[in-house]
Nanobody
Framework: QVQLVESGGGLVQAGGSLRLSCAAS????????VGWYYQSPGKQRELVAT???????NYADSVKGRFTISRDNARNTVYLQMTSLKPEDTAVYYC????WGRGVKYWGQGTQVTVSS
């Protein structure tokens, strides 16, 4: 069973920065595409950023140039560095891992990010 545990959320003023971390248990991290989604109240979960096993990245247009995703396979951890935060970035952020060839996503429990204006 794969478990993902997020940390690093919190309250920050607009223009500030936060770094989210997501640590994965198990042995599947290095063969997984991993990334982050966010979900605001009353809205669907939306993709923020992904990083593949080879390091290729993909970002939502709304965060390009402000957020950076990275991974450390030795620590089974994926990071999301968020800068120039805006009130509209306020959401619960979920990390996921999708092992290659399994057709399933594993999810963390979510971490709240609140950006005040």
């Amino acid at each position: 069973q794969v478990q993902l545990v997020e940390s690093g959320g919190g309250l920050v003023q607009a223009g500030g920065s936060l770094r989210l971390s997501c640590a994965a248990s198990g042995s599947i991290f290095s063969i997984s595409s991993v990334g982050w989604y966010y979900q605001s109240p009353g809205k669907q979960r939306e993709l923020v950023a992904t990083i593949g096993t080879g390091g290729g990245t993909n970002y939502a247009d709304s965060v390009k140039g402000r957020f950076t995703i990275s991974r450390d396979n030795a620590r089974n951890t994926v990071y999301l560095q968020m800068t120039s935060l805006k009130p509209e970035d306020t959401a619960v952020y979920y990390c996921y891992a999708e092992p290659w060839g399994r057709g399933v996503k594993y999810w963390g429990q979510g971490t709240q990010v609140t950006v005040s204006s």
